[in-house]
């Protein structure tokens, strides 16, 4: 489903997430007030504005209201994130994501209208330290709980064994959601052989699979 969204602020961070937004077919408004930053997230949206988020009388003029997602990516002056997270809240914006840097500006910003926060240097400094401690893994997403589905080399010592026999689940707590050799495998089964020189993706609590996979 096609989503309109607000970003505000075209810096890095918000380039790049008009860029995949626009990758993914959803339609894109974004605001800032440098026209340098405006013409270079332009082609990325449906169209883009020159002006002040922290101005009452110009957010009123975009109709917040009518965007299903409203991201604040401004990250170099976080005094005008909160301001533009509360006047978000207060137009009527139905889903308010604000950037953050600091747990103290996390509390802010959820105090004073973010539905939710992110942490962009935070999460892409955790996925850089695990993606290259090891030369194991070759992705690596973080879910909730402590969970995180990793794509890793099929070990050595499993190569030609049956994901059955290995006990995969039972005996490590992982599950195996497919095995990549070029293609994608999703059709996973007891009776899946591995092969050493294939990657697979596993789920399951990030310590079980550093210590299956001696990362």
């Not at 957010?59 to 909160?82: H, K, N």
Request: charge should be neutral.
């Amino acid at each position: 489903m096609r989503k309109n969204v607000l970003i505000i602020g075209a810096g890095r961070f918000g380039l790049y997430t008009a860029v995949k937004l626009h990758d993914l077919g959803h339609q894109v408004l974004a605001v800032d007030k440098n026209e340098e930053r405006i013409d270079r997230i332009l082609p990325y949206t449906a169209n883009a504005q020159i002006g002040d988020s922290t101005d009452r009388k110009f957010m009123e003029t975009i109709g917040v209201r009518d965007y299903d997602l409203c991201i604040v990516a401004i990250g170099d002056d976080f005094l005008s994130s909160l301001e533009t997270t509360f006047l978000l809240d207060e137009l009527g914006a139905q889903k308010i994501i604000s950037r953050a840097t600091t747990g103290s500006q996390e509390k802010f910003l959820l105090r004073n209208g973010a539905s939710a926060v992110v942490f962009p240097e935070r999460e892409l400094g955790s996925w850089t330290a695990i993606r290259y401690s090891s030369d194991n893994i070759s992705n690596y997403i973080e879910l909730m709980d402590g969970y995180s589905i990793f794509e890793v080399a099929v070990p050595s010592r499993w190569d030609g064994k049956k994901i059955g026999d290995l006990g995969v689940r039972n005996r490590y707590n992982l599950n195996i959601l497919a095995v990549k050799d070029g293609k994608m495998n999703m059709n996973i089964t007891n009776n899946t052989v591995l092969r050493q020189g294939q990657n697979m993706l596993v789920l399951g609590k990030l310590e079980n699979i550093q210590k299956t996979f001696d990362l």
